[in-house]
């Protein structure tokens, strides 16, 4: 099976105006298939938002290649992308929709600003196209006169991802698409997101916090801690038996699992991100093993597509 | 001091907030009680008024807000009627809160120890070295590593989850009956979010004191409230001990709540939204019962009069004429 998307060894470290420099995304490899969905989730700071950003090639990356249907998209400056025709093949659907759309533009505006840009579409033909992606959101068509404040919280949602799948993209890039919604309306949005994906035959990249969302909407799942990936694998699998103590500690911490009991809980803080010891696994502080090996050799991932773990002591599979 | 009746009592609060856009109607006959040593949790999405209430028995509301009738109980006490310095003399020490966002809560120029120790020498007789060692123990207490070390930390200086830690050490200084945790973990991760929780419910039983724990995470205050009463729309529609509310939900926009939360496991196909939108609360013509326009069930006795929140089994009431 060929991939859509493949990721090697990309890394991304961000110079400090004090000097040192910020590990946000260290070494990560990974593979998406055609129609896949691969959920990327961490707790704030693990880097999943600098990698989709990566992905998106909103900014560029220190080292490391990002192959797209087989062509190398890193070394190609940010600032240039914009011009390259893979730009409209991989779109992105942010947070926020209060945020990522201009007040000043309608609904119609939002939708057809990428189909102009991108695809040079105007008139006729531009009306049609921004018609039909409203239609594929449920958007009624009344609608895309209207500003964003004269917009509820879903429909806002509804236009920022029409306007990501107008231009026909193979790979979305979701950052936390419903984490500003409302539960009731988060459904709503979310069995959207899934039937898109298979009526368009869409490649999604979902990065979330949410670990109930990312089960329910991805077939794959990959777990990052300070840069690093710490396990990766079929959903099911990584949240029925996970292998890396931080992805059960995860895990673990979701809530209505109707755990009322004292489980232990991770201890202490995470480590600085900044210039952290090469050697010494990130999770080592945090973790319940940690021992002496843990702080001297970096574990690799190490394993194939049915699952890979990054520990020298992993858990046992049940 | 014994026990006898309710810690705090909402009843019938109603409350509007007078605005240039027209009179919102915040809150609409809002009533429950928690107990000594309790934890319920007030369950609610945006704009459902779970907020307002409790800024309403902090005394934190905005000068916009008249409140149109009901009581506010606390220890036997008319929160509403009584006289100014003996609330403020309740408020922060017997009843206290902390926020979603501790960092912007906490005074930013100030170190979290001295902080503490200004909070502790308001309201109690201590000197400044009692109320250092105070201080210290009190960080220890809420589980920060290295105290002492941490008395001297600026909030910025500390991580988002450390901050609420502190926040709560702040809330519970002066030894509170009870605790209003608004969010107290929107924002934080998962771990952390895990972690904090179990030091609320910890503290609590450890105290015997009560905490109304705000939230919009259904699942989460399922896994820690003893009872929960779910809002919507300014209204209390439904209230009962915690697993009760979960298997047996009676009210129609619970089990919609129920159903659009996304618990581990559960497939994109089980999950369902619930339908319609919260209506305008500066309409005329609000329905009385205000989830009459989204649910399924609404029948004409629906828009005759407001649904009363009744106690349909032991502990479990539901404010729908519909309801069995």
């Known amino acids: 099976m060929s991939a859509l998307l493949r990721i090697e060894s990309l890394s991304k470290h961000f110079g400090l105006r004090g000097g040192g420099r910020l590990h946000a995304v260290d070494g990560v490899n990974f593979e998406l298939a055609h129609g896949e969905a691969l959920g990327l989730v961490g707790e704030s700071g693990c880097g999943k938002s600098t990698l989709a950003q990566l992905i998106a090639r909103l900014i560029d990356p220190g080292a490391g290649r990002i192959l797209f249907e087989g062509r190398d998209l890193a070394a190609i400056p940010a600032e240039r992308f914009a011009q390259v025709p893979d730009r409209a093949r991989i779109q992105m659907v942010f947070q926020d929709a209060d945020e990522s759309l201009n007040p000043r533009h309608t609904a119609f505006d939002a939708i057809a600003d990428p189909l102009e840009r991108l695809k040079g579409l105007a008139g006729t033909e531009l009306r049609l196209r921004v018609a039909h992606a409203a239609e594929l959101v449920n958007l009624p068509g009344e609608l895309l006169g209207r500003f964003p404040h004269q917009l509820s919280g879903g429909q806002k949602a509804r236009v920022g991802i029409a306007r990501a799948i107008a231009v026909e993209p193979a790979l979305v890039i979701l950052d936390e698409p419903t984490s500003a919604l409302d539960v009731s309306i988060q459904a709503m949005i979310l069995k959207l997101l899934d039937r898109l994906r298979r009526e368009l035959g869409l490649s999604y990249l979902f990065v979330s916090h949410d670990l109930a969302v990312v089960r329910m909407l991805c077939e794959r799942v990959m777990v990052m801690y300070l840069g690093r990936c710490m396990e990766a694998g079929p959903t099911a699998a990584v949240f029925d038996r996970p292998r890396h103590p931080y992805t059960a500690a995860l895990i673990d911490a979701i809530p209505g699992t109707g755990r009322r009991g004292a489980r232990p809980r991770l201890e202490g803080e995470p480590v600085s991100p900044v210039d952290p010891d090469p050697r010494r696994c990130r999770f080592h502080g945090r973790c319940p093993r940690g021992e002496q090996r843990c702080r001297e050799i970096m574990p690799e991932l190490d394993g194939g597509r049915s699952g890979a773990v990054a520990c020298h002591f992993p858990l046992a599979p049940a | ?324």
């Open chain 2, 1 to 324: 001091m014994s026990a006898a009746g309710p810690l705090l009592a909402l009843s019938g609060l109603s409350l509007d907030f007078v605005t240039r856009g027209g009179r919102v109607r915040a809150l609409d006959r809002v009533g429950f009680e928690i107990a000594q040593g309790e934890m319920l949790g007030v369950v609610g999405e945006s704009g459902s008024g779970k907020s307002v209430t409790a800024y309403a028995v902090m005394d934190l509301l905005e000068p916009a807000a008249r409140i149109g009738g009901g009581r506010l109980d606390f220890r036997g006490l008319d929160l509403l009627g009584a006289d100014r310095a003996r609330l403020a003399a309740l408020r922060g020490q017997a009843i206290s809160m902390i926020f979603q966002n501790p960092r912007a809560a906490l005074n930013p120029i100030r170190p979290v120890g001295r902080q503490l120790v200004d909070v502790l020498r308001a309201h109690r007789p201590m000197n400044r070295a009692a109320a250092e060692s105070e201080a210290e123990r009190l960080l220890a207490m809420v589980r920060i590593p290295d105290p002492a070390r941490r008395m001297m930390a600026y909030p910025f200086e500390l991580s988002g989850g450390l901050c609420q830690r502190a926040m709560i050490a702040l809330a519970l200084a002066c030894q509170p009956a009870l605790l209003i945790a608004d969010e107290p973990t929107t924002g934080l991760d998962v771990t952390t979010q895990a972690a904090i929780m179990d030091l609320l419910r910890d503290l609590a039983r450890a105290r015997g004191m009560a905490t109304l724990f705000i939230t919009h995470d259904l699942a989460l205050a399922g896994d820690y409230c003893d009872r929960i009463a779910v809002m919507h729309a300014g209204q209390v529609v439904e209230c009962a001990p915690t697993a009760r509310l979960l298997a047996e939900p009676r009210h129609p926009y619970t089990r919609g709540l129920l159903a659009a939360t996304p618990r581990s496991g559960s497939r994109i196909g089980e999950i369902a939204a619930v339908g319609g939108a919260l209506p305008d609360l500066t309409r005329e013509d609000l329905p009385p019962c205000r989830y009459a326009e989204r649910c399924e069930r609404r029948r004409p006795e629906c828009d005759a009069a407001p649904p009363p929140l009744a106690e349909r089994a032991p502990g479990h009431a539901v404010a729908c004429w519909r309801a069995a």
